[in-house]
Each structure stands twice: as C-alpha cells, then as structure tokens.
C-alpha cells in the first residue's frame, strides 16, 4: 500500500475484553514500532520488530499485552483482559531499517476502554 | 536510560515570525540520532528533520533547521517564517544507544504550537 495502515481506527470496548489491533506497514519495510500515545502526550515505546523478530518488548506494559509479526510483516497488537488505563491511541511506524532513517506512521488505532 | 526533554508545552507566535522549539537529551554514548515529527490535530505524525552525532553540520530542511549543540546535549528545532499550518505538537526523538538499527526510538512529551494570524 502506499503508507502505513492501521485498523480498526476506532476501538471501544469494555473492561475485562481482549481486543486486537493491526498494522499494516509499507511493502518492503523492515522495521516496525508499536507506540502508545495518550492523549496530549508524547508517544511511548511498546515494542519493535526488525522482519519477524521481536527486537524489544521492554515497553510493553504489563503480561496483558502481547505483540507479533509472524511472516515478517502485518503486525498485531493484543491486548488481553483491558483496563481502562489502556485507553489510549495505540500509533504503529514502520521504516526499510537503517539507523538514520525516519519512520512513516500510521494514523493510529484509538482505543476507548470503558 | 536515555531520556528526552521538551520544556516548552506550549508557545504562541505570531505568523511569520520564527521560532525555536527546544529539546534536550541525555545519553553517555558518543553515537547517536535525533529526529524532529509535526503530529497536526489529525493525529499523524509527520517527519521533519534528522540529526547524526557525528553530522558536522546542523540539519536544514526547508524552513526547518535545527541548532545542534553537542556539548549542552541540544537540538532545538528552528521554524523559519511561520504559517498557519504549523500550528501542531512537535516531538523531539531519539535513536536510543548503542546507535544501530536494532534499537528503539523514543520521543520527549511534546511542544504545542500555535500560530496566531
């Protein structure tokens, strides 16, 4: 596709449900980051991909959430058994892999946890 | 663990004048990257401008510069003659230590940015 597409865009649901969310990257792109980003702030580091492998998970808040990208490219974020702390925008970024290189973001999933 | 700063949560100014969006950083290791993003209230975050430690020059792109002071661990962001539609938040990011591809990138909490007319 031409950029990095995220679904669903929007997301409610209620507490104690598991919810799933997707990440599409660019065709090609090596790299790929889950951010959390709450409202008025900046995003916060979840976990990062290089092809299929899971790099860092070391932002990931609890065991609740869970990350993976098993062919090395869509990604799925899940979250089990929500809180309404995990209301948030969840942003996923993808770049071709190089250390200087910018990242191309998807316009998010946001997530309404009640 | 390295760690981002924006001062600034939020700046009014005046279209068509400059202004300059700070950032500081903190890291021991001597390689290093730093990015610029523009998230307008659409909510995507856009790519503005990068940084290397090692860069003798500081970045330029478009009206977008950036005043890289190494030794006070800097990076403020400079928009010259602003417009209407740079009214956004702006996040400072880095590429974490050891500087490779395999390393995360984390972003500051963000300066608001509004452009009066």
């Known amino acids: 596709g031409a950029g990095v597409s995220q679904s669903p865009r929007y997301k409610v649901a209620k507490r104690g449900q598991d919810v799933a969310l997707r990440c599409d990257p660019i065709s090609g792109h090596v790299s790929l980051f889950w951010y959390q980003q709450a409202l008025g702030q900046g995003p916060e580091f979840l976990t990062y991909?290089?092809?299929?492998?899971?790099?860092?998970k070391s932002g990931l808040p609890s065991d609740r959430f869970f990350a993976e990208r098993p062919e090395g490219s869509v990604s799925t974020l899940k979250i089990q058994r929500t809180q309404q702390e995990d209301s948030a925008v969840y942003l996923c970024?993808?770049?071709?892999?190089?250390?200087?290189?910018?990242?191309?973001f998807g316009s998010g999933t946001q997530l309404s946890v009640l | 663990a390295q760690k981002i700063t924006q001062t600034q949560p939020g700046m009014f100014v005046q279209e068509k004048e400059a202004v300059t969006l700070d950032c500081t950083y903190d890291t021991s290791d001597p390689s290093y990257g730093l990015f610029w993003y523009k998230q307008p209230s659409s909510g995507e975050m856009i790519f503005l401008i990068y940084q290397g430690s090692y860069d003798q020059q500081n970045a330029t792109e478009g009206r977008y510069s950036l005043n890289f002071q190494k030794a006070r661990k800097s990076a403020n962001l400079v928009i010259s003659a602003s417009q209407l539609g740079d009214s956004a938040m702006y996040f400072c990011a880095m590429r974490e230590p050891p500087y490779s591809s395999a390393s995360k990138i984390i972003f500051g909490s963000g300066t608001r940015l509004s452009i009066r007319p």
């Open positions: 970024a993808s770049s071709q892999g190089q250390k200087n290189e910018k990242l191309f």
């Open positions: 991909f290089q092809n299929e492998a899971q790099l860092d």
